[in-house]
């Protein structure tokens, strides 16, 4: 009996000895944690470097290389790192190069590995606010070394009106006035001032209105480039509306690259030309598409009519109510216009002959029956 109870002290001396052999024998592995949301946190590769002035700040990403592994970790919205096994870490303000130096420092006060590297992999997105002489002012999304210019792009660019010697950042309670494509940060808002100019030109496009400013001597095309209008292949034809007057003059779109509007001028793009009709003596109706150029008479032999019993000496056009002369030949047609042949005086005192000898020939049946039905 005392011989088992020695063996059992023997095997549980041993055990135990194992236990505190393997104990001081194995080393204790750090483990990384991986964030909560892996899928939402895994940072991918830059595209391109990050200047050393960045600006750690929320939401950059940093990947820790050990000899043996690696581990992503993400800035707070407090500005801090926190690396497991080793700590917190304050980045806040601190440049890039100063937030590297400063993780390894960490790194190496609480490890005796020899060899550990640390890398910005992923750069935050923040929002600023856009807004002035831009196509599409609002917010936008922009990465960490976003500047000035990519942020004005992101909103869709300048405007023709846009004065570009001058941005204004509101950054805090500062107001920063520059030409210079400065890195922007969070809670930026820009502003990009318009020019100032008396007179204007207002481009009308596919249903909304671009207005830029006057410019002596500037043909229709080059308003149009500078006001992001498409012309090519787009638009058939050009109305210009004379503010003051309220005239309205059509040009063909080959004729932009030498028309001068004046100041004040509403130039509209329209898809379909306008038309131009035909009638009044003759066989058919037409309808011509308008061309500036052409005359009354270039129109009737445009539309292939048949002219029977008309006067061309006495054609009218009918347009906004009203009746108006004009020469056959080398009369102004506006768009809309109604050319009406009217009928030959020979024509008219036939019809007026026909009318009275039906009008005699009604009376007379008229008064024979009068006379047949009162005997």
């Known amino acids: 009996m005392i011989r088992f109870f020695v063996i059992i002290l023997s095997l549980f001396a041993f055990s135990f000895a194992q236990v505190g052999l393997a104990t001081s024998i194995m080393p204790i592995e750090r483990t990384s944690v991986k964030p909560k ?139 920063i006035a520059t030409t210079e494509n400065i890195l922007l940060q969070t809670g930026d808002i820009i502003e990009v001032p318009y020019k100032e100019w008396q007179q204007t030109i207002n481009l009308i496009h596919a249903g909304k209105t671009t207005t830029v400013p006057y410019i002596p001597n500037r043909t229709i095309r080059e308003y149009a480039k500078d006001a992001g209008i498409n012309i090519e292949n787009s638009y058939n034809a050009v109305s210009i509306k004379f503010q003051e007057t309220g005239f309205v003059k059509w040009i063909g779109i080959n004729q932009i690259d030498s028309f001068f509007p004046e100041p004040s001028s509403d130039i509209e793009f ?11 003596a003759t066989a058919t109706v037409g309808r011509e598409n308008y061309n500036p150029s052409m005359s009354a008479a270039d129109y009737v032999a445009a539309s292939g009519v048949t002219v029977i ?8 056009v009918l347009r906004n109510g009203k009746r108006i002369s004009v020469d056959w030949a080398k009369g102004e047609i506006l768009p809309g216009d109604f050319i009406e042949i009217p009928r030959t005086g020979y024509e008219q005192v036939k019809d007026v002959t026909y009318f009275v000898a039906s009008l005699m020939g009604i009376l007379a049946t008229t008064v024979t029956i009068y006379l047949a039905t009162s005997r």
Not at 270 to 280: E, L, R, T
């Open 309 to 316: 019993t008309g006067d061309f000496s006495r054609v009218s």
């Open 37 to 175: 949301s892996e899928a939402l946190q895994t940072p991918v590769s830059l595209e391109n470097s990050v200047d050393s002035n960045y600006i750690v700040g929320a939401g950059d990403f940093f990947e820790i290389l050990f000899p043996d592994e690696q581990e992503s970790v993400q800035v707070s919205p407090e500005g801090t790192l926190a690396i497991y096994g080793y700590g917190i870490v304050d980045l806040n303000g601190l440049k890039l190069y100063e937030a590297k130096r400063k993780i390894l420092e960490k790194l190496k006060t609480g490890s005796s590995r020899k060899y550990v590297d640390v890398h910005l992999v992923q750069l935050r997105k923040f929002i600023v606010n856009v807004y002035g002489a831009v196509l599409n002012p609002g917010q936008v999304t922009v990465s960490g070394q976003a500047k000035v210019k990519g942020a004005i792009y992101a909103a869709g660019n300048f405007k023709p009106s846009a004065n570009r010697d001058s941005v204004y950042i509101y950054r805090k309670n500062d107001t």
């Open 270 to 280: 329209h898809i379909q030309s306008p038309f131009v009709y035909i009638g009044g």
